[in-house]
Nanobody, 124 residues
């Protein structure tokens, strides 16, 4: 059974930091890119960042460039999203997802598996 278990969400003050974790199981970690997405009510889900097991990564959102970083631990099949200098507009449900590299033209251009989200709330 494929599982993508996101954790680490919570309430944080503006300017603070938070690290999200996504533990993957049930598929070959090296065959997939893992991405972080976020969604606020009434808006479309947007991609935040994506990474492969070899460490190739992208940060898709200009608004988080220089503040967020994505990394992985292949031994643990876990991907992290380090979020710094958080702003109230970063408040969202954060999801991790897996995208098969064999069927991708570019990183995380589609999603094969979604995990359940974790809520991040940034207070002003």
């Amino acid at each position: 059974e494929v599982q993508l278990q996101a954790s680490g969400g919570g309430l944080v003050q503006a300017g603070g930091s938070r690290r999200l974790s996504c533990a993957a199981s049930g598929f070959t970690f090296a065959d997939y890119a893992i991405g972080w997405f976020r969604q606020v009510p009434g808006k479309e889900r947007e991609e935040v960042a994506c990474i492969t097991s070899s460490g190739t990564s992208t940060i898709q959102l200009d608004t988080v460039q220089g503040r967020f970083a994505i990394s992985n631990d292949n031994h643990k099949a876990t991907v992290y999203l380090e979020m710094n200098s958080l702003k109230p507009e970063d408040t969202a449900v954060y999801y991790c997802a897996a995208s098969n590299l064999d069927t991708s033209d570019y990183l995380c251009d589609h999603v094969d598996y979604w995990g359940k989200g974790t809520q991040v709330t940034v207070s002003s």
